[in-house]
């Protein structure tokens, strides 16, 4: 699914209005019936008020659209237009005159105006700014989102929290509405997928109002939301005349002394992911552990005790897993540069191979093209230097991914993944992930798929969309609490089948 920015989602209003033949009142209509049918299955009836906090924009007009067909709905409503500036968009001012006929009770709050008194059981629909905001709104303003910030009620926002801009919020000290959930039209904003903006709305929803689909088909981006109809749409069957060496012999490298679990989550997530073969390579330490835990996966054991020290597999792998659990040794340096001197296929970098690479710069060199790496803002960072917001950090991955011939995954709430043409935001996944060896099983699976020859750019969305997704099923019944990565390799087949059954 595409992602827009401001003048985009204008202009596919416009074209909406011409080719529909409609005008924009009645697609703002359309927009705040629908918002309000979602608002009517979720919260009505309500034992308090809904307090609908209009602005002097369309967004403020959607606001009235939902009053009125909550009013209608016998709802009580009150409307408290936040007269922020003279100038009135033109259907908000129908929107108002509609809604001042009917016996609705309408306030107008201004820079001397007091809080009202908005009780628990009450429900604040907010409209104040949507995708129009460009500047920090007046100081009355802000302290007004403040105000509704700290009442007890629960805040719905409409498009967009307001106080949060289509590109990113100014500052640490900005004031945005914090909303339980935030219904937005059409298609995802980039706002609430990026950390800083997003953790200002708890939840959030697209409501379709049918926008020209001819004009969001050809309107270009660099920015995708991966939903689960693509998803679908990748995954490969596993064709009845197929053998093990039809999907890939995967290579995990990985592990020191106290570490081989690492290792062991990445290869068993390997095999679970679909590879045809796993072959595993770790320290001595890690032989027996890995045999007996995983009996599928065959273990290459190094020389040293306790350390990777060489990595001379006796077969060609088709993608090669490395770094879980490995630590930084310089021997283990080294014998990761020998080994990408004479290996050119797929391969996934992670954990410990992103710290080396931090910490050698000319192992960028040796890396195969399209190498995947799965850093997390921590290893992210030491790659590629500090950033001042959310926006420079989309930048710089974008910019690594295209230097460096690399597939970034730098992962988060909605894990990014870049070639530098496009960035691609996942859409599953949970908190219940932040949790040690998640990321060894991410890169188990990414491995594996490659392995499987999906090109890799779809290995890794697939990849990242299957983990995470494997993630919500197993909290159906382990909760975010509970979560541990050895649940995500479990839960992965009813992904798989979840998938599966959307093929159908
Ligand atoms: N177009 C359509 O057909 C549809 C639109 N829809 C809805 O419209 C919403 C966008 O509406 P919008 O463009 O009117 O902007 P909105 O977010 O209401 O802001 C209001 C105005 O405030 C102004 N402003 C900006 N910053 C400011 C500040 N700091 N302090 C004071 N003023 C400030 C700025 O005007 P400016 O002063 O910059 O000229 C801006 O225009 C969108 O989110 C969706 O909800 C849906 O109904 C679907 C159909
Ligand atoms: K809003």
Sequence with gaps: MKIFNAEQIRRADKVTIENQHISSLQLMERAGYRLFRKLHENYIPLKGKVWVFCGMGNNGGDGLVIARHLYEAKQEVVVVLVNFSDRRSEDMQANLDRVAALDIAITEFRETSSFPEIIADDLVIDAVFGIGLSRRPAAWVERLILNINTCPARVVAVDLPSGMMMDGIEGETAAVIKADHT????????????????????????????????????????????????????????????????YGHAFICGGSYGKVGAALMCAEAALTAGSGLVS???????????????????????????????IQPEFTPDTVALGPGMGKDEQTFRAVMEFLNTYHGYLVLDADGLNILAEHPEMWDALPGQTVITPHPGEFKRLVGAWKDDNECLEMAMQLAKRRNVIVVLKGAYTLVTDGDGVYFNSTGNPGMATGGSGDVLTGIIASLLGQD???????????FLHGLSADIAIRDTSVWALKATDIIDYLGDAFLFLQSLKR
Excluded at 285 to 297: I, K, N, R
Aim: with cysteine; net charge negative.
């Design 183 to 246: 219904y937005t039209f059409q298609t995802p904003k980039l706002p609430l997928l990026l950390p800083g903006s997003g953790k200002y709305s708890r939840n959030w929803s697209i409501i379709a109002i049918d926008q020209d689909p001819d004009f969001l088909a050809s309107e270009p981006t660099f920015f995708y939301y991966t939903d689960e109809k693509e998803m679908v749409k990748l995954l490969e069957e596993r064709p009845r005349f197929s053998h093990k060496g039809s």
């Design 280 to 310: 595993a390579l770790v320290p001595r330490c890690g032989y027996q552990v890995l045999q007996t835990s995983v009996p599928e996966v065959m273990c290459v054991p190094t020389s040293d005790e306790d350390l990777i020290t060489g």
């Design 454 to 464: 999906y090109a890799p750019l779809e290995a890794t969305r697939l990849g990242v």
